[in-house]
């Protein structure tokens, strides 16, 4: 076997464990949606999402950005092969998430009146506020956690940790949801934090690390590079959660919380159920581009072998999401949801761009280029959040989806015009080839849906859901040999 496929199987086989736990998770998710959107409806569900949003911003705020710097701090570490400085770098972490975790809870505590006058208009939700501000200390302790798991390459653990959290937030949530309705939702979120904290802390309590004394000038001198990294991380996520949430506050203002449900659902849709994959590559994806970073060279390889991989493998999902998208509404939702219909339909061909965007986006992170990913991200979030509000206000919920999908080119253009710049990078022809052939196929899926009435639509677009499919696999078999995998499996159980 070649480097060249062996670098593409690494990519399928992190990717395989994650997707599976993805998949597992989706189908769980599916089922705790399928119960939300009976029992909350689209006004509950945008209660939550709400809540939940403010949160998550006050979270960028504090905290910091350890769960996403911290991992090249403990990855550096490990791969010196050095128990005690891997320990000491893990300790000064913990010390850090419980510090910017505290911050999160007490500004949420002290400004929960406020927040509710914000969010929702009203005082009505100051108790919320103030009972799920706890969340913010859980969340980052357990953010700590995975960030120790992920640095030490303990894929297995991460996994088994993310699909037993999935189990338990299913049965811990519907039943407070049955019993009391939207009184339920505060309670269910604080549930989950502790579920996924008490999770995350048992696994890596399998860790084997050192018991170490650290002083306070090595927490504060240790915790710089971490700190300076992950505060435009933080601003960076800062201003994208505050985009979101200014969007979400107009959309309440000027159609009501029903249509911010219907948003919230529509884009859990494409940021979950085929974001799936996004989150399947990226625990393995940036340490293995951190570690050639150094070489213009090699990074490009591995961002071209990502990128390709990426779209070989969100393609065909993407097509069965236009062809079928009517029937996938009304079982992830019901018939209440279908209005989200358009979007989605809109956003599902953006998702293409952002498979592309998303594999040079990287390289930021993996160069320690700070300012550049902040100055890169900022950018983005500006021209998205006037898109967006432009297009809900003129198109409504289309608008919403026609704007992911000009944005998402925008960035693509953006990210790979400074990525060539500063560090010599381009696409290569199979690249190009790939999404070419994919975004066709994909164009054709929508006018299809556009054009006919069902059935012909489904017969039609059910052709190009399997020429996209067998397309993939060929292309995933060129560059792996996918076959010699499956005969190697049958010769097991010979």
Do not use: H
Request: proline share 1%; with cysteine.
């Amino acid at each position: 076997m070649s480097e060249k496929q062996s670098s593409y199987r690494q990519i399928m086989k992190a990717t395989s464990l994650f997707g599976g736990v993805q998949v597992f998770n989706i189908l769980i998710t599916i089922i705790r949606t399928k119960f939300v959107a009976i029992l909350l409806g689209p006004a509950g569900m945008g209660i939550t999402g709400l809540l939940k949003v403010t949160i998550g911003l006050i979270s960028k705020l504090t905290n910091f950005g350890l769960g996403t710097s911290a991992v090249k701090n403990i990855s550096a570490a490990y791969g010196s092969d050095d128990i005690e400085r891997v320990s000491k770098v893990a300790t000064i972490l913990k010390r850090w998430v419980w510090i910017t975790g505290l911050l999160g809870a007490f500004i949420t505590l002290v400004f929960s009146s406020w927040l509710s006058e914000l969010t929702f208009g009203n005082s009505d939700y100051t108790y919320a506020f103030i009972w799920i501000s706890i969340t913010l200390l859980l969340n980052q302790l357990s953010s700590g956690q995975s960030v120790i798991l992920r640095g030490m390459r303990k894929l297995r653990y991460m996994a088994q940790a993310s699909m037993i959290g999935s189990v338990l937030g299913l049965i811990t949530t519907i039943p407070l949801y049955y019993l009391y309705g939207v009184d339920g939702i505060v309670p269910g979120i604080i549930i989950t934090s502790v579920s996924t904290l008490l999770l995350t802390w048992y696994f890596a309590r399998k860790v084997k690390l050192e018991r170490v004394k650290v002083s306070q000038g090595e927490i504060i001198e240790e915790g710089k590079d971490m700190l300076t990294m992950g505060f435009m991380i933080s601003l960076s996520g800062l201003i994208t959660l505050g985009g979101s949430y200014l969007v979400r506050i107009f959309i309440s203002n000027t159609g009501g919380l029903e249509q911010v449900g219907l948003y919230n659902a529509g884009f859990a849709i494409i940021n979950s159920y085929v974001g799936m994959i996004f989150t399947s590559m990226s625990a393995d994806y940036y340490p293995r581009l951190a570690a050639v970073a150094e070489s213009n060279k090699e990074s490009k390889i591995v961002i071209n072998q990502q990128a390709e991989i990426a779209l070989l493998i969100i393609a065909p999902v993407i097509m069965v999401f236009l062809v079928f998208i009517n029937w996938a509404v009304i079982i992830l939702y019901s018939t209440k949801f279908i209005g989200v219909n358009d979007m989605i339909l809109w956003a599902a061909l953006g998702i293409l761009f952002k498979a592309a965007s998303w594999s040079i986006a990287f390289i930021f992170l993996a160069k320690g280029a700070s300012q550049l990913f902040f100055w890169n991200e900022l950018g983005m979030n500006i021209y998205m959040l006037a898109l967006n509000l432009l297009g809900y206000y003129y198109w409504g919920l289309l608008g919403l989806g026609i704007s992911f999908l000009v944005a998402y080119i925008f960035y693509l253009i953006q990210v790979y015009v400074i990525a060539s710049k500063y560090y010599n990078f381009s696409f290569n022809i199979e690249f190009y080839k790939i999404f070419s052939f994919q975004l066709f196929l994909a164009i054709i899926c929508l006018s299809l849906v556009k054009v006919f009435e069902n059935p012909y639509s489904y017969i039609w677009g059910s052709l190009i859901i399997f020429i996209s499919t067998y397309y993939s696999f060929r292309e995933l078999d060129k560059r792996m040999d996918i076959k010699s995998i499956f005969a190697g499996i049958k010769n097991k159980f010979k």
